[in-house]
Structure formats: C-alpha cells, structure tokens
C-alpha cells in the first residue's frame, strides 16, 4: 500500500485500518503455533533443514511452487 503521499491524518487512519485487520490473524497464529503438534512439525521441519543455510532453503520458494503448479499437459 503506497499512502506516503498522504496527508498524516489519513495515513495514520489506514496504518490503523490494517492493524485492525491484522491483529486478530495474528492472534490465531500465536494460538496456533503454541500448540504441541505445532510445536512437533516445526521441530521435524528444523530437523529436515528449513530455517538454516541449506539448499532445501535457498530453493524452498521455487520447489513449493513447483509442486503446487498445475501439470503440464503431455504433448
């Protein structure tokens, strides 16, 4: 959101806008990664490599959309 010509009073009212809308997902993401199987998957994830200089994350980005794009047809 580009709003940095904005005169101040508006600016602050959208900055409030989005904090608004976001508090409560972030909330729901707290209370979601506390939980114990949470917890568990983010340890196997750790154990597998992300969150640590490896190939797994240097190419996380283009493997996830590797495997979520649609199939190429055959010819």
Do not use: H, Y
């Not at 809308?21 to 196997?44: I, V």
């Amino acid at each position: 959101m580009r709003d940095q010509g904005l005169p101040g009073r508006e600016r602050a009212s959208r900055a409030r806008q989005c904090e608004s809308s976001l508090l409560p997902a972030l909330t729901a993401f707290f209370a979601s990664s506390g939980r114990p199987a949470t917890q568990f998957r983010l340890a196997a994830l750790a154990a597998q490599g992300v969150n640590r200089d490896s190939e797994l994350e240097r190419r996380l980005g283009r493997l996830i959309a590797t495997a979520t794009s649609p199939p190429k047809e055959q010819p």
